[in-house]
């Protein structure tokens, strides 16, 4: 049951195979006896309860399409039920008032949340080592890193503890973590899911999305998640649209561009491999591949370890020890409290960001640094609507390297920065890209560690990514793959 996906568990609600409370009972049960530390806080009443109320919404009839079925939340967005951290000891046992928008659809829709999910502190993180709560292990090889910063919630699926989990993409990591774990997540066009309640890491980056095992369940969450709303002043009115309903059109004639600087060094081996036997596959299907160019790629990374922290600087400002959250014990005044409240609650990763982002804003390196990456932030976004008028999807490798060993680069930030490489871009330009699982590779040592293929659209065109992603996976079975310990 733990390895079927969200439209298989849907028809087994439907045929009254299960009940919503069975099915809460087996995830918890699995919840509690994985040691994935996906997982930073469950409440087995409350699910239950959802559970029992989702059972008599489908005596009644009162059902979508998702009632009764499963999910957990990146910890990144608030519920009034669980804790919500962040990843943070700054806010460790923090109840929010309020439940986020996302939560609060998913819970009108019917679903029944399992928990909230470990995270890198603050969405700050390629590989969830930088948790308060602890690093995530990767379901295939519980010796490697899930990926991050949503790792709880790929980790969660990969290992069979939810159907279907939230996840907060600012750089990559839905696409990353993802692709790491060997299951299915789409970052939308940045303001289609709405920010509320999701705790702020870089406001004009952040973007949530649906984590699955595949294109077609992440279409019946996204149906869910997309919505305007007037509480997030950067959400896009967008008119309703029904996500599943290209998933089967034909692919035959779409143009698909192969960006020259994402298969060049740098790019392991076994993910080249594992990308470009994608690209054949879709060449099958009917699709023709174009050499195009995204030549400002190589500045994505020094333009949002710019942007992204100079936004998080501002946006931990709050964290001040009066507000919200850990406050220190023993100081003398104001200011010694503020100061050991927040040396005391943010970890290094946090900490490096906020210098950084104070520094780029300060008096008289703000041209120099800020301005100068908010002028490459546009030009980065105006070589993908170049690349566009030569193509209708561009695709690429999602990571460098399939997952690394948990611990092997935790004492050098900058390792884990360059993992962002082939993501960034996107999230700079604010457009919707996907990762599927496309193979595996075996990364230092002899073992089975997945590789995912990203799939970059123009605004607005997640449908569309998703009837492609859609149509591999009807002629694959790399989404079917489970991880064997699991
Ligand atoms: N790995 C990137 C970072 O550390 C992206 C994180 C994210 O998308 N939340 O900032």
């Avoid at 969405?123 to 899930?146: I, Q």
């Avoid at 939230?166 to 750089?171: A, I, L, Q, V």
């Amino acid at each position: 049951m733990h390895k079927h996906t969200l439209t298989e568990l849907s028809a087994q609600l439907k045929s009254k195979k299960i009940s919503a409370v069975e099915l809460a009972q087996l995830y918890l049960q699995r919840i509690a006896a994985s040691e994935l530390n996906a997982f930073i806080n469950v409440q087995p009443e409350f699910t239950l309860a959802q559970a029992k109320d989702a059972d008599a919404r489908i005596a009644r009839g009162d059902v979508t399409a998702l009632t009764g079925l499963p999910i957990a939340h990146k910890d990144i967005f608030v519920t009034r039920d669980w804790t919500s951290t962040a990843g943070s000891k700054m806010l460790s046992g923090y109840i929010s008032p309020f439940d986020a928008t996302v939560v609060e659809q998913f819970r009108n829709a019917g679903m029944v949340t399992l928990g909230k999910l470990n995270c890198d502190e603050f969405a700050m993180g390629s590989s969830n080592e930088n948790s308060f709560f602890g690093a995530v292990k990767n379901p295939w090889d519980t010796t490697a890193v899930p990926g991050g910063s949503s790792g709880g919630s790929a980790a969660a699926i990969a290992g069979g503890l939810a159907p279907a989990a939230t996840g907060t993409d600012t750089g990559g990591s839905i696409r990353q973590p993802a692709a790491l774990c060997g299951i299915t997540g789409i970052k939308p066009t940045y303001g289609s899911v709405s920010r509320y309640g999701m705790i702020a890491f870089a406001s004009s980056l952040d973007q949530g999305g649906p984590m699955a095992w595949t294109a077609e369940d992440c279409a019946l969450l996204l149906n869910s998640m997309i919505s305007f709303d007037q509480r997030d002043s950067t959400s896009i009115e967008r008119a309703p649209e029904d996500f599943s309903r290209h998933l089967s059109d034909s692919i035959k004639g779409l143009k698909i561009g192969v960006p020259k600087e994402y298969l060049g060094t740098g790019l392991a081996s076994d993910v080249a491999d594992a990308v470009q036997a994608a690209l054949k596959e879709y060449e099958k299907l009917g699709a023709t591949l174009v050499e195009i160019s995204l030549p400002k790629t190589s500045l994505a990374i020094p333009v949002y370890y710019v942007i992204a922290p100079a936004e998080a600087s501002s946006n931990l400002s709050r964290f001040d020890g009066v507000r919200y959250g850990h406050r220190a014990k023993n100081y003398t005044d104001l200011s010694d409290m503020y100061c050991k409240t927040r040396a005391e609650g943010f970890g290094d990763e946090v900490k490096r960001r906020i210098l950084v982002g104070a520094y780029v804003l300060s008096h008289g390196y703000y041209d120099a640094y800020y301005l100068q990456a908010q002028k490459i932030r546009r030009l980065i976004a105006q070589d993908f609507q170049e690349a566009f008028k030569q193509c209708d999807v561009i695709m690429g490798p999602v990571a460098p390297t399939v997952a690394w060993d948990l611990g092997s680069k935790v004492n050098d930030p900058v390792a884990n920065y360059l993992a962002d490489i082939y993501t960034l871009s996107t999230s700079l330009a604010g457009l919707p890209g996907m990762s599927i699982p496309v193979g595996f590779g075996q990364g230092e040592k002899n073992s089975r560690r997945p590789v995912g293929l990203q799939l970059i659209g123009n605004y607005f065109t997640e449908a569309k990514l998703l009837n492609i992603a859609h149509q591999y996976q009807l002629a694959t079975d790399w989404h079917k793959q489970r991880p064997t310990q699991n």
